[in-house]
């Protein structure tokens, strides 16, 4: 079943240089378990389009579309109604831990406060369910540590403690952004194992948020690939990685250690002045007139393989 469906969503910041359209009509779906992988280059919307399930954006952006979960519009409930739902049922696991945790309330005071406001236990269980959740997500010294604050952790255990208070109200979805920037790679492969194993057991869906395709290929079912405001590729992990359709894909792919570290010609497009027609079309070798001109939609090119280019048309 369908858990989470995004249908033309877009999210447009209004600036004095003009509007920012970091999100420009992404339509996408999660299901119930799925684990889908959203990567992309630094810019293109991705961190955008999770603040926007949560509600979370500015005030100066203006959100158009249909986010529906479990069956119901998260853009037309009410405050009241999407704090019920922001950290019960879905939940975020933000990107820097150290600068998304509050410098001056202890860790376990942090992880407390899902369970305290929508489980309304009291401190005492609440302060042993941090302690269990802790522990499950391998911190050691679990008793000691809830009563720490961020800055004696180290970046691998902030990271655990920012999983801990996602997953500590079970929601039926998480959403992840860039769990393992900026960790080294030997915490990073301890991050990946623990969110494979967390997930598993408790069924939990995942949107993970990352440019990092290795990451995605460890923890995900399917990847969307995303391009300034736009996704131009969903495909399971196995299909993306066998057979890339986009050449944005082709190109991302071939800039991995192991393809030869070939960049991507060209630099990614303002998002206050996109290009018409393919956003992609400046930076593509197999660009035509038509790409320059027309927006290409998503076709289906493959059992649940989608690709935005005329290519395939």
């Given amino acids: 079943m369908t858990l989470l469906s995004i249908q033309n969503l877009k999210a447009h910041f209004h600036t004095e240089d003009g509007a920012v359209r970091a999100v420009n009509g992404v339509d996408m779906d999660i299901e119930e378990g799925e684990k889908l992988g959203l990567i992309g280059e630094t810019g293109c ?24 979960y479990k069956g119901q519009d998260i853009l037309t409930m009410s ?12 939940a975020m696991i933000f990107q ?31 302060m042993q369910r941090v302690i269990e959740m802790l522990k499950s997500v391998k911190i050691p010294l679990p008793q000691e540590r809830v009563k720490e604050y961020p800055h004696e952790f180290s970046g691998g255990m902030r ?24 960790l080294d790679v030997t915490i990073q492969a301890q991050i990946i194992e623990l969110m494979k ?49 986009h050449p944005y894909t082709r190109g991302f792919l071939d800039s991995l250690p192991d393809r030869g570290l070939k960049p991507i010609a060209g630099i990614s ?26 927006r290409p939609e998503l076709i289906k090119v493959g059992i649940k393989h989608y690709v935005r280019c005329f290519l395939y048309d």
């Fill in 45 to 68: 919307g991705k961190t955008v389009l999770g603040l926007a399930i949560l509600r979370l954006l500015s005030e100066n952006t203006t959100v158009e579309g249909r986010i529906l």
């Fill in 79 to 90: 405050d009241h109604e999407i704090r019920k739902i922001r950290g019960k049922e879905i």
């Fill in 96 to 126: 820097n831990p150290l600068s998304s945790m509050n410098p001056v309330l202890t860790v376990g005071t942090q992880v407390a406060e899902p369970v305290e406001l929508h489980q309304h236990l009291k401190k005492k269980d609440a």
């Fill in 159 to 182: 990271q655990r403690a920012m999983i801990a208070m996602g997953l500590i109200c079970m929601p039926s979805l998480i959403i992840a952004d860039e769990p393992t920037t900026g």
């Fill in 197 to 245: 194993e967390v997930l598993r057991d408790s069924g939990t869906s995942m949107l993970l948020i990352t440019h990092d395709l290795t990451v995605a290929a460890e923890l995900c079912d399917h990847i969307a690939v995303m391009y300034p405001g736009e996704i131009i590729e969903y495909a399971s992990v196995r299909d993306l990685f066998k057979d890339p359709k």
């Fill in 269 to 294: 497009p303002s998002l206050i002045d996109l290009p018409a027609g393919c956003k992609f079309h400046p930076r593509c070798s197999l660009a035509t007139e038509r790409c320059r001109k027309e």
